[in-house]
């Protein structure tokens, strides 16, 4: 069984200060880790993923997120936010030793930059 | 490029009714995948398409949901005898399909469907 835990149901940050989403994770195999952000009226759209290799991924529009084994974590960063980053965040994982398409998600994270 | 499209954007039956929810996949993509959202929940797993089969339909709650894909492109999740349960967002995504689990799902905007 796989799951996701997004801990925070809301973040709130001041545009310019960096920005931390947390997810943790649980597979039985090895993990492959993704965030997509949501906003209003649209699909998922796909920041980044973490396969292999480095444990900083590095995403679009600035964010990255660091794997971190040991904790089961994969959170979500970006070093100064903008108001137009406000959105609903998800975290979500596969099990590399399972079936190819599955993906678990968490329940989403709502970030708020206020000016 | 033209990304994943779903039809209807909303959708609104009655309990008891059939529906049909379209998805048509980014092109050249051989990978399809059926999700459902709750209010205030992240997308659930329904069914995985790797070309015309499915791969995977663990997520299907139960025999009232079908999906198909009968030439590998467009699919269709059917919902029979429909509740006010289903009532959900379902989001449709695509991928290459060439590298399996660590392939980038690409979402459509969805189809929120209300039961009456």
């Known amino acids: 069984a796989q799951s996701v835990a997004q801990p925070e149901d809301q973040v709130n940050v001041a545009e310019g200060n960096p920005l931390t989403v947390k997810c943790t994770y649980s597979?039985?195999?090895?993990?492959?880790l993704f965030w997509y952000v949501q906003y209003p009226n649209r699909g998922l759209q796909f920041l980044l993923k973490?396969?292999?290799?480095?444990?900083l991924v590095k995403g679009s529009y600035g964010f990255e997120a660091e794997f971190n084994k040991s904790q089961t974590s994969f959170h979500l960063k970006k070093p100064s936010a903008l108001v137009s980053d406000s959105a609903l965040y998800f975290c979500a994982v596969r099990d590399k030793n399972t079936n190819a398409g599955k993906s678990t998600f968490g329940d989403g994270t709502t970030l708020t930059v206020k000016p | 490029g033209a990304g994943v499209s779903q039809t209807p954007s909303n959708k609104v039956t009655e309990k008891g009714k059939y529906v049909e929810l379209r998805c048509d996949p980014i092109s050249g993509h051989t990978a399809l995948y059926w999700y459902r959202q709750s209010l205030g929940q992240g997308p659930e797993f329904l069914i995985y398409f790797q070309g015309t089969g499915a791969a995977d339909d663990s997520g299907l709650p139960n025999d009232r949901f079908f999906a198909v894909r009968p030439e590998g492109s467009v699919s269709t999740l059917k919902i029979q005898r429909t509740e006010r349960g289903d009532s959900a967002m379902y989001l449709c995504a695509s991928s290459p399909g060439v590298s399996g689990s660590t392939d980038t799902q690409y979402f459509g905007p969805g189809t929120r469907l209300t039961v009456l």
């Open positions: 597979v039985s195999g090895n993990p492959y």
């Open positions: 973490y396969i292999t290799g480095d444990n």
